[in-house]
């Protein structure tokens, strides 16, 4: 039978707690661990870029972006929505006429049959 082991046998390593750089931390794509020890998902802070295997990912946030592109970005989604709506309205027109014409040239030509020929 084996004796119990004892808290003065057992080793203690103390080692000094290591600190990471600025450049360490901002490129770090790793696990990240809260106070809990369970994985912290965070996502991406500003513009970077993210590799996953062969995967390359450019992460933009809106919150670093200066205002002028903002702005931009938003007068070119109205001005691609509004072209869209512009687009719909005019081949809605297109085909209501083109309809109409159909409609009325049956009109002409089944009343020429039936009363003319």
Not at 3 to 14: A, I, Q, S
Not at 73 to 99: K, S, T
Request: with cysteine; glycine share 8%; proline share 3%.
């Amino acid at each position: 039978m084996s004796e119990p082991v004892k808290d003065d046998e057992y080793t203690e390593v103390h080692e000094e707690p290591r600190t990471m750089s600025e450049d360490d931390v901002r490129d770090y794509h790793g696990l990240t661990l809260n106070e809990k020890g369970e994985e912290e998902r965070t996502g991406p802070q500003g513009n970077e870029d993210i590799h996953v295997g062969n995967v390359h990912v450019h992460v933009v946030s809106l919150e670093t972006m200066p205002l002028w592109k903002k702005l931009l970005f938003g007068l070119i989604c109205v001005a691609v929505i509004a072209f869209f709506l512009v687009f719909a309205i005019a081949a809605a027109w297109v085909f209501a006429i083109g309809g109409a014409v159909i409609f009325v040239a049956g009109v002409i030509l089944y009343f020429l049959r039936k009363y003319l020929l």
